[in-house]
């Protein structure tokens, strides 16, 4: 039996009640809920969410990360990452040296996730081709490919629309979009922290289109730099309303900023508190999406195993290698085994669970 005493106590008694019903919360509960002192008490709702949704599983998959090049035209303040074009440091992978880096690893991955910066110079012949090399070396492997920023900016580039982009990107193996340039969708931040990227109305069409398309996608709130609590909640509740309307959206993904290396600078840095507080709001609000990750990659692997007991129930997977957040000053290992994983989640008192890109579990 949920005690609902301690909720009485900080003035939260009816919200925790729909809380445990499920029942869909407002933008005022989840102000309310980030303003609650006891971050133990809103923990204990989002788990209780979490595993209502999921019981005492732990997912994982065998995945890997693919950094196509680093070259971006759009500049983000927050970016460590990028490089001008014939920046020193710069790099673009041809699909021959992409293939080369997959291999190294010999154990077959069943999720491929394809990433990169918005290259001036490379067009949509290139990505066909590098998805229909992925897809003939691993057949059985996931293409989950290309934030919505990078596919606008492909339509851009070639004259045609998103959903066109899309389309001939599914031809050629796309299985999925990743949730990557959501950041945040509040304009004033945007415009600061963003301001070349496709607005917040242009990130949500393009992921609507996907869905409409047949192709799932993930979807991520990037949080703790300029950005305010009612910000976030604003952020969680529009991919409520876009999931509302077309479904798509398979797992959330909330991505603590990393200052080190970013010209963006904030005054208060994020505590490990405020990151978990922002993850059992997250589970809390986003009623119809199913899955909310532990991203270890940013969060760390401890934070990433707290996390679980906050709201999350996947862990992501192997990696294997990840440039975007390490090179932001994330200072987790670049990959983990199998091993490694499966003892961290039972270690947490949890199911550990493989799965692939659709959260269907590996037996």
Same mark, same amino acid.
């Given at each position: 039996?949920?005690?609902?005493?301690?909720?009485?106590?900080?003035?939260?008694?009816?919200?925790?009640?729909?809380?445990?019903?499920?029942?869909?919360?407002?933008?005022?509960?989840?102000?309310?809920?980030?303003?609650?002192?006891?971050?133990?008490?809103?923990?204990?709702?989002?788990?209780?969410?979490?595993?209502?949704?999921?019981?005492?599983?732990?997912?994982?998959?065998?995945?890997?990360?693919?950094?196509?090049?680093?070259?971006?035209?759009?500049?983000?303040?927050?970016?460590?990452?990028?490089?001008?074009?014939?920046?020193?440091?710069?790099?673009?992978?041809?699909?021959?040296?992409?293939?080369?880096?997959?291999?190294?690893?010999?154990?077959?991955?069943?999720?491929?996730?394809?990433?990169?910066?918005?290259?001036?110079?490379?067009?949509? !012949?290139?990505?066909?081709? +590098? #998805? $229909?090399?992925?897809?003939?070396?691993?057949?059985?492997?996931?293409?989950? @490919? *290309?934030?919505?920023?990078?596919?606008?900016?492909?339509?851009?580039?070639?004259?045609?629309?998103?959903?066109?982009?899309?389309?001939?990107?599914?031809?050629?193996?796309?299985?999925?979009?990743?949730?990557?340039?959501?950041?945040?969708?509040?304009?004033?931040?945007?415009?600061?922290?963003?301001?070349?990227?496709?607005?917040?109305?242009?990130?949500?069409?393009?992921?609507?289109?996907?869905?409409?398309?047949?192709?799932?996608?993930?979807?991520?709130?990037?949080?703790?730099?300029?950005?305010?609590?009612? !910000?976030?909640?604003?952020? +969680? #509740? $529009?991919?409520?309303?876009?999931?509302?309307?077309?479904?798509?959206?398979? @797992? *959330?993904?909330?991505?603590?900023?990393?200052?080190?290396?970013?010209?963006?600078?904030?005054?208060?840095?994020?505590?490990?508190?405020?990151?978990?507080?922002?993850?059992?709001?997250?589970?809390?609000?986003?009623?119809?999406?199913?899955?909310?990750?532990?991203?270890?990659?940013?969060?760390?692997?401890?934070?990433?195993?707290?996390?679980?007991?906050?709201?999350?129930?996947?862990?992501?997977?192997?990696?294997?290698?990840?440039?975007?957040?390490?090179?932001?000053?994330?200072?987790?290992?670049?990959?983990?085994?199998?091993?490694?994983?499966?003892?961290?989640?039972?270690?947490?008192?949890?199911?550990?669970?493989?799965?692939?890109?659709?959260?269907?579990?590996?037996?």
């Amino acid at each position: 039996m949920f005690d609902l005493s301690r909720y009485k106590r900080l003035g939260l008694a009816d919200l925790a009640e729909r809380a445990l019903a499920g029942e869909r919360l407002s933008a005022g509960d989840g102000l309310a809920l980030f303003a609650c002192p006891d971050v133990t008490a809103l923990g204990a709702l989002a788990h209780h969410r979490r595993e209502a949704l999921h019981g005492r599983k732990a997912f994982w998959v065998r995945n890997r990360h693919l950094n196509y090049t680093n070259v971006c035209v759009n500049r983000c303040a927050f970016c460590a990452y990028h490089r001008d074009p014939g920046q020193e440091g710069g790099f673009t992978l041809t699909v021959r040296e992409a293939l080369t880096k997959l291999a190294a690893d010999k154990t077959p991955p069943r999720e491929i996730h394809v990433v990169g910066g918005c290259h001036p110079g490379l067009g949509l !012949d290139y990505f066909e081709e +590098l #998805l $229909r090399a992925l897809k003939k070396a691993y057949p059985h492997a996931a293409l989950k @490919c *290309f934030t919505a920023v990078e596919i606008a900016h492909f339509a851009q580039l070639e004259g045609i629309t998103t959903r066109q982009v899309l389309q001939r990107l599914q031809q050629a193996g796309l299985s999925m979009l990743p949730g990557g340039g959501a950041e945040v969708f509040a304009e004033a931040v945007r415009t600061k922290i963003c301001p070349r990227k496709i607005d917040a109305q242009g990130w949500l069409r393009i992921h609507g289109e996907a869905h409409e398309l047949g192709l799932s996608t993930n979807c991520t709130l990037l949080f703790g730099h300029l950005e305010s609590r009612a !910000d976030r909640v604003d952020h +969680l #509740l $529009r991919l409520r309303e876009q999931q509302d309307r077309t479904g798509g959206f398979t @797992c *959330f993904i909330p991505l603590p900023f990393l200052t080190e290396n970013s010209r963006l600078k904030v005054d208060q840095p994020l505590d490990g508190l405020e990151e978990l507080r922002t993850i059992a709001v997250s589970r809390l609000l986003l009623d119809n999406i199913p899955h909310v990750k532990a991203y270890w990659v940013m969060l760390g692997v401890k934070q990433a195993q707290a996390a679980l007991y906050f709201g999350a129930d996947d862990f992501d997977g192997t990696v294997v290698e990840e440039k975007i957040g390490h090179t932001a000053g994330a200072d987790s290992e670049q990959a983990l085994a199998r091993q490694d994983i499966e003892e961290m989640l039972a270690g947490c008192g949890l199911t550990p669970v493989e799965r692939d890109a659709l959260f269907r579990e590996v037996r």
